[in-house]
Nanobody, 126 residues
Framework: QVHLVESGGGFVQAGGSLRLSCATSGRTFSSYRMGWFRQAPGKEREFVAAISSSGNSTYFGDSVKGRFTISRDNAKNTVYLQMNSLKPDDTAVYYC???????????????????WGQGTQVTVSS
């Protein structure tokens, strides 16, 4: 079983920055593709970013490209989401996700990830 715990959410004004962390249990973290998703009230879960197991490849949703970065520290079993130039539309619960089932070309679909954290709230005021 893999446990994911997000932290770093909070309240920030538009234009500000936050850094989310996701600490992951498990001895094979370095083999997991990791992703971040978000869900605002009344909306579907939206892909934000993903990073390959090695960290060499990263992917971003169109709405966050150029503003968010994703990184990982395999020695610490942790993945990060650096969020800059935040907008009110970024307000959502942010979820960390892990895929432990090997390679898939689909990195943006929630169904491709088999472990999820409990989420952390990010609120951006205008």
């Amino acid at each position: 079983q893999v446990h994911l715990v997000e932290s770093g959410g909070g309240f920030v004004q538009a234009g500000g920055s936050l850094r989310l962390s996701c600490a992951t249990s498990g001895r094979t973290f370095s083999s997991y593709r990791m992703g971040w998703f978000r869900q605002a009230p009344g909306k579907e879960r939206e892909f934000v970013a993903a990073i390959s197991s090695s960290g060499n490849s990263t992917y971003f949703g169109d709405s966050v490209k150029g503003r968010f970065t994703i990184s990982r520290d395999n020695a610490k079993n942790t993945v990060y989401l650096q969020m800059n130039s935040l907008k009110p539309d970024d307000t959502a619960v942010y979820y960390c996700a892990a895929r432990s089932r090997g390679y898939s070309a689909d990195y943006s679909s929630p169904r491709q990830y088999n472990y999820w954290g409990q989420g952390t709230q990010v609120t951006v005021s205008s």
